[in-house]
Nanobody
């Protein structure tokens, strides 16, 4: 059974940094793909970053140059390093994992790519 548990969220001032973690169990990092999504109140869920089994990374335009997604297979962990945070980064952040078929056919930004989702961790950036 695949389980994903996010942690590392919190409140930070604009310009600060946070490192989100996603502990993964029952999942094969080498055969799937993973991603981070966020959702702010009143807004649609949006993709932030994705990484493939070959460690190829993709980022939404607003995250490029500021966020870094990474995975550690030895620790069964997924990370999102967030630097130079802005108030518009505020939202609930979710990690997600997809199977081989979804990873191959769908974009990192397509939520339908992913089968498993964590419960979310809140990130609040104040100005």
């Amino acid at each position: 059974q695949v389980q994903l548990v996010e942690s590392g969220g919190g409140s930070v001032q604009a310009g600060g940094s946070l490192r989100l973690s996603c502990a993964v169990s029952g999942y094969n990092f080498t055969r799937g793909c993973m991603g981070w999504f966020r959702q702010a109140p009143g807004k649609e869920r949006e993709a932030v970053a994705g990484v493939s089994s070959t460690d190829t990374s993709r980022y939404t335009d607003s995250a490029k140059g500021r966020f870094t997604i990474s995975q550690d297979n030895t620790k069964n962990m997924l990370y999102l390093e967030m630097n130079s945070l802005k108030p518009e980064d505020t939202g609930m952040y979710y990690c997600a994992a997809g199977d081989s078929a979804g990873c191959y056919y769908r974009s990192y930004a397509d939520a339908r790519r992913y089968t498993y989702w964590g419960q979310g961790t809140q990130v609040t950036v104040s100005s």
